[in-house]
Each structure stands twice: as structure tokens, then as C-alpha cells.
């Protein structure tokens, strides 16, 4: 099994920048897809941007240019990098893995970390 721990949420005002942090509970092998997504309050959650075990990337149109993901495979750890943060991107932020683990396939979720950006 593996476990998904999120760190790095935070207060901040419009402009500034937080990283979060994921990280995973076991070095994971093979091909996969680790994810961030968000969910604001009375919103449905929604994919942020994603990176492959080969580090392709992609992002929501409302990110890009301001986000950027990236995997430590050492620390088998993902990031995610957040500037010029705007109120919209308040959200409890998620982070999600899909792949193949011990021959089994799975889909695992953090417990999320909260993101507030004050105007």
C-alpha cells in the first residue's frame, strides 16, 4: 500500500507564493501518474496538473504559467510550486496517485492541506 501525506498549505496574500509538498509512504516503481487537485468550499474538486513517473507534465488552463509540479523520485516526494497566487486559488489542495504498486493497481489520496489567499 502506500500513503500520501500533504504539507506546505498556508495563508498568504494575493501575489505571494507556497510549494506544497507530498509525500509518499513507499518508494513507488514503475509507470504511474501523481496529481494535485484542489476543492474550494461549495466547489466540485478539480485537477490542478499532473506528472508521469516520466516527468511529463500538465496543468490546468487557470495555472499555467503560475504552477509548476515536480517528483523527487529520492525522497519519493511530488511539489508543487504555486506563484502569483490569486484569491481564486483558495482550496483545500489534494494530492493523488494512480499506478501499479506490489502488482496491484491502485488510486490513493492525501488527507489535503489548506491553501488561503487573501486579497
Known amino acids: 500500500q502506500v500513503q500520501l501525506v500533504e504539507s506546505g498549505g498556508g495563508l498568504v496574500q494575493a501575489g505571494e507564493f507556497l510549494r506544497l509538498s507530498c509525500a509518499a509512504s513507499?518508494?513507488?516503481?514503475?509507470?504511474?501518474?501523481m496529481a494535485w487537485y484542489r476543492q474550494a468550499p461549495g466547489k466540485q474538486r478539480e485537477l490542478v496538473g499532473s506528472?508521469?513517473?516520466?516527468?511529463?507534465?500538465n496543468y490546468a488552463d487557470s495555472v499555467k504559467g503560475r504552477f509548476t509540479i515536480s517528483r523527487d523520485t529520492a525522497k519519493n516526494t511530488m511539489y508543487l510550486q504555486m506563484n502569483s497566487l490569486k484569491p481564486e486559488d483558495t482550496a483545500t489542495y489534494y494530492c493523488?496517485?494512480?499506478?501499479?504498486?506490489?502488482?496491484?493497481?491502485?488510486?490513493?489520496w492525501g488527507q489535503g492541506t489548506l491553501v488561503t489567499v487573501s486579497s
Open positions: 493523488n496517485f494512480r499506478g501499479v504498486v506490489d502488482y496491484t493497481s491502485l488510486e490513493v
Open positions: 506528472i508521469t513517473s516520466g516527468g511529463s507534465t
Open positions: 513507499r518508494r513507488i516503481y514503475g509507470i504511474n501518474v
